[in-house]
């Protein structure tokens, strides 16, 4: 029930992004972006990151990870030093957690630190524009 309701707002989120006048939603080239502070919404499950490509301008990173998976995943973000800079505690089915950080302008890696799920595909790119 939790997962139709998240699923249900999800997309009542996605479409209103997309009706805006601010560029907001999804990318041609399949990112999801959000100004500075706005929310990304971001789906884990069995292997994959749904959008594996985020983007943000400004440089507060809000992330609402949800996991539509029958297996435990996190989200977790590694800055280019290889240091990971935000993180979600362990997520089981149908668990979501909100993660907060100041980032700097860049590129990070999004992943789940779970042994084995970065290279089974879980992984995915976060840029941050800073303005």
């Given at each position: 029930?939790?997962?139709?309701?998240?699923?249900?707002?999800?997309?009542?989120?996605?479409?209103?992004?997309?009706?805006?006048?601010?560029?907001?939603?999804?990318?041609?080239?399949?990112?999801?972006?959000?100004?500075?502070?706005?929310?990304?919404?971001?789906?884990?499950?069995?292997?994959?990151i749904d959008?594996?490509?985020?983007?943000?301008?400004?440089?507060?990173?809000?992330?609402?990870v949800v996991?539509d998976g029958?297996?435990?995943?996190?989200?977790?973000?590694?800055?280019?030093?290889?240091?990971?800079?935000?993180?979600?505690?362990?997520?089981?089915?149908?668990?979501?957690?909100?993660?907060?950080?100041?980032?700097?302008?860049?590129?990070?890696?999004?992943?789940?630190?779970?042994?084995?799920?970065?290279?089974?595909?879980?992984?995915?790119?976060?840029?941050?524009?800073?303005?």
């Amino acid at each position: 029930m939790r997962t139709r309701l998240f699923l249900a707002l999800g997309l009542v989120l996605a479409l209103a992004a997309c009706s805006t006048s601010d560029g907001g939603g999804a990318t041609d080239g399949g990112a999801t972006d959000a100004a500075g502070g706005d929310a990304l919404t971001v789906t884990v499950s069995d292997f994959m990151i749904d959008p594996s490509d985020l983007e943000v301008a400004g440089t507060t990173v809000t992330i609402d990870v949800v996991n539509d998976g029958p297996t435990p995943h996190n989200l977790s973000v590694r800055d280019a030093d290889g240091e990971v800079v935000m993180a979600t505690a362990d997520l089981s089915t149908d668990e979501t957690e909100t993660i907060t950080a100041e980032l700097e302008p860049g590129e990070y890696t999004i992943f789940c630190s779970l042994d084995g799920h970065e290279s089974l595909g879980m992984s995915g790119t976060l840029t941050v524009s800073g303005s």
